[in-house]
């Protein structure tokens, strides 16, 4: 009988034992390995903070790339011409198959966040973006250098948040292309 009760108290110091564990365990997913390690944060942290910075730049965003890279565009009174409206219909939706900005960071589009970022910072380097027959006709649209610089550092500091945070691997962006 006194086996029997110590049984029982050993199954319940068990149970309670074990609940706390489990209840302590992955309830945020961003508990400690082991002590002294600090908790990686929350995919959604991180993403605000990156689209924070977006949002100071998208005025840059809104009048450089929206046209074609949102559901906000704005067409041009040539729009009604048969071959412009052509043209602009073929590169909007090339544009917005590509890429959508309007709704922040991430962006919708079918890469990963972070390889997002990585194909901004290419296009802006390589001078691929705005193409130069929308600059042509838009010249407002054109980025400066400092807006490139603006754009590049922006896209630079939020993929080394991404990669500190364990969300990317080091170096995974520049192997991409």
Request: glycine share 6%; net charge negative.
């Amino acid at each position: 009988m006194r086996f029997k009760n110590i049984l029982a108290l050993f199954s319940v110091f068990s149970i309670i034992f074990s609940g706390f564990v489990i209840a302590g365990e992955g309830e945020t997913g961003n508990e400690p390995d082991s002590v002294g390690i600090a908790p990686q944060p929350a995919i959604e942290e991180i993403y605000t903070h990156i689209d924070y910075g977006f949002q100071q730049l998208r005025p840059v965003f809104k009048r450089c790339c929206f046209d074609c890279h949102s559901n906000e565009t704005e067409f041009p009174w040539y729009y009604k011409l048969p071959i412009a409206k052509q043209i602009i219909n073929h590169d909007v939706e090339e544009g917005r198959d590509e890429l959508l900005f309007e709704g922040g960071f991430p962006f919708k589009s079918d890469r990963e966040p972070h390889k997002d970022l990585a194909e901004i910072k290419e296009v802006i380097e390589e001078g691929e973006m705005p193409p130069w027959k929308y600059t042509i006709i838009h010249r407002s649209a054109k980025l400066t250098d400092k807006e490139k610089s603006r754009i590049i550092d922006w896209v630079d500091s939020s993929l080394a948040i991404l990669e500190n945070a364990g969300y990317m691997d080091a170096g995974e962006v520049e192997h991409q292309h």
